[in-house]
């Protein structure tokens, strides 16, 4: 069983940044991929980052640029850097962890207002 706890999500005005984490915990060797998602009202959850157990990583087109997911080995923790925030990435961010099966965070409010 793997547990992931989010933090890090808030307010913010457009044009500002805010850094996600996630930190993993319970079994999570072989962990295959850690990423985000994000789902917004009216909307399915979709993919905005992941990074692979090689350290490739893999971004919305929307986002790209804009975010950056980064990972910490030894703390077992995902970073999610969000620069330039847009209305448009208001949302409710996922943290998803694939050992290969996959596990979710409780989700975090992200909310950016112009």
């Known amino acids: 069983q793997v547990t992931l706890v989010e933090s890090g999500g808030g307010s913010v005005e457009t044009g500002g940044s805010l850094t996600l984490s996630c930190a993993a915990s319970g079994s999570i060797s072989r962990v295959a991929s850690m990423g985000w998602f994000r789902q917004a009202p009216g909307k399915e959850r979709a993919l905005v980052a992941r990074v692979f157990s090689t350290d490739a990583t893999r971004y919305a087109d929307s986002v790209k640029g804009r975010f950056t997911i980064f990972r910490d080995n030894a703390k077992n923790t995902v970073y999610l850097r969000m620069n330039s925030l847009k209305t448009e990435d208001t949302a409710i961010y996922y943290c998803?962890?694939?050992?290969?099966?996959?596990?979710w965070g409780q989700g975090i409010q992200v909310t950016v207002s112009s």
């Open positions: 998803n962890l694939a050992n290969p099966v996959a596990y």
